[in-house]
């Protein structure tokens, strides 16, 4: 951790904490000297990297094509992962009545594929609110919302570690309509822990992913800060905290990038912002962080190069500011993947139409890197930035060492640059073995030299037994 941001963290946690002032009589906190920060970190590149991807349903006509595609998709690529959404109004058509199977088959199809299972409990119910008008409407009794995660807990007992609360409530036009409400969803996510929690007491609670920035609502940090104001103690009723650290839409700048013009914030500063916000309300700064949600389409200046480069370097500013699990967006591109929005655009997969009844998508460069990034370092964390030790690099670059928590695999250092326009230049990179393999972001076998090509796009140099 760079001192200045120690020293601005350890001021904001004692005015925080030492405040006898209660939460929402404070001043709101300012973000803006927050600087981002190194942080070591077990979890393994395997345990850290999911995929945000809902399996068809049994019963629909593609599932008998695409669902096994995509479980060996996710076993060919290494993905232990994946989030998909518990829909409320799916399994509760009629109060009281609910039926988990088709979501049952889904826990039960991934974990065949070694897959683990973070659902979204998600979203409303018509019969649980007045306006009926929309199915991401929260309902008018968190109560019957509640009932629906203890039913859930009760039935995964043992099979979900995890439960999400409701899917970006900031995006308040979109998921929580008709605006974002942070006092009401408090109150939804401390119910509805409770119920969790008493089903399961195993399981983990996490606040649904709060995206980033606020174009058309509140930004993930406002949002925040006015759940722990009008909710002193909503520290007690989670476990984890999720955020979804997409640039501005279209999502279209590196991971890397700070830019104050235009509101973008680099992905390891939004990390840090969001530790020294829960310092401010007395919260830990170490508590669990997941990103559940992040990807760049290929749209407009991002093509299949650029999204490659920046999931590789998405996944690892993450892991190296300390965040537990990244969710990739999503598995396959849609029928749609060349017109504004670029909805359709996230996949790993180019779009291939299953009503004919065969399925075959082609994938794109970043599924190729995934599975590049995974099958090099899986086993291995992100424990030093080692940036500075390298011989004759520019001041935008990178570079991580990780390290097998076991001490099985040797290690491999990850070495890149922010600026994707710039031409490659030679640097050195720092090694502790003689022996040493050179990879580059698709797997590419290049010369076995410590002194390497540095430009966006990352190489692997990996030690040898």
Request: proline content about 10%.
């Amino acid at each position: 951790m760079a001192d200045k941001s120690m020293q601005w963290l350890v001021t904001i946690a004692i005015v925080g904490c030492g405040s006898s002032t209660p939460p929402d009589q404070r001043e709101l906190v300012d973000l803006t000297g927050v600087s981002p920060e190194f942080r070591p970190t077990a979890t393994t590149i395997s345990e850290l990297i999911g995929l945000s991807y809902q399996l068809p349903d049994q019963t629909a006509p593609e599932a008998t094509v695409v669902s096994p595609f995509a479980l060996s998709a996710l076993r060919q690529a290494g993905v232990r992962h994946a989030r998909a959404d518990l829909l409320w109004n799916l399994v509760e058509p009629t109060p009281g009545v609910r039926d988990f199977s088709t979501y049952r088959a889904k826990v039960e199809a991934y974990a065949s594929a070694g897959v683990t299972t973070l659902p979204i409990l998600a979203y409303g119910n018509a019969w649980a609110n007045a306006t009926q008008e929309w199915t991401t409407t929260p309902p008018d009794d968190p109560a019957d919302y509640a009932a629906f995660a203890g039913a859930a807990s009760t039935q995964f007992r043992g099979t979900i570690p995890t439960y999400e609360i409701w899917n970006e409530p900031n995006l308040g036009f979109r998921f929580w309509q008709p605006r974002e409400q942070p006092d009401e969803y408090g109150t939804l996510l401390a119910t509805a822990s409770a119920s969790i929690r008493a089903a399961d007491p195993e399981a983990s609670v996490m606040l649904g992913g709060l995206i980033e920035h606020g174009q058309l609502n509140k930004d993930a940090e406002t949002f925040l800060e006015l759940v722990y104001r009008s909710h002193p103690d909503i520290a007690k009723a989670y476990d984890v905290l999720a955020f979804h650290p997409y640039p501005l839409y279209p999502p279209a700048v590196a991971p890397e990038l700070d830019d104050e013009a235009s509101g973008e914030v680099a992905t390891p500063r939004m990390v840090a912002r969001l530790r020294a916000l829960l310092a401010y309300y007395g919260d830990d700064p170490a508590r669990p962080i997941w990103a559940t949600e992040l990807g760049w389409p290929t749209y407009g200046v991002v093509d299949e190069e650029r999204q490659a480069r920046w999931l590789v370097r998405g996944a690892l500013l993450l892991a190296g500011s300390g965040v537990e699990k990244m969710y990739w967006y999503t598995l396959f591109d849609g029928p749609n993947a060349t017109t504004f929005p670029p909805e359709d655009a996230f996949g790993l997969f180019h779009y291939d139409d299953p009503s004919d009844g065969s399925f075959a998508p082609t994938p794109k460069l970043a599924f190729t890197a995934l599975s590049t990034l995974l099958s090099v370092a899986g086993p291995l964390a992100v424990t030093t930035d080692v940036t500075s030790e390298l011989v004759g690099a520019p001041a935008d670059a990178h570079a991580y060492r990780l390290v097998d928590p076991t001490g099985a695999t040797p290690p491999v250092t990850v070495v890149w640059r922010a600026d994707d326009a710039a031409p490659p230049i030679m640097v050195t990179v720092p090694v502790t073995r003689p022996s040493i393999r050179v990879v580059d972001l698709l797997g590419v076998e290049l010369p076995a030299s410590a002194t390497i090509p540095l430009s966006g796009r990352p190489v692997y140099v990996v030690e040898l037994p």
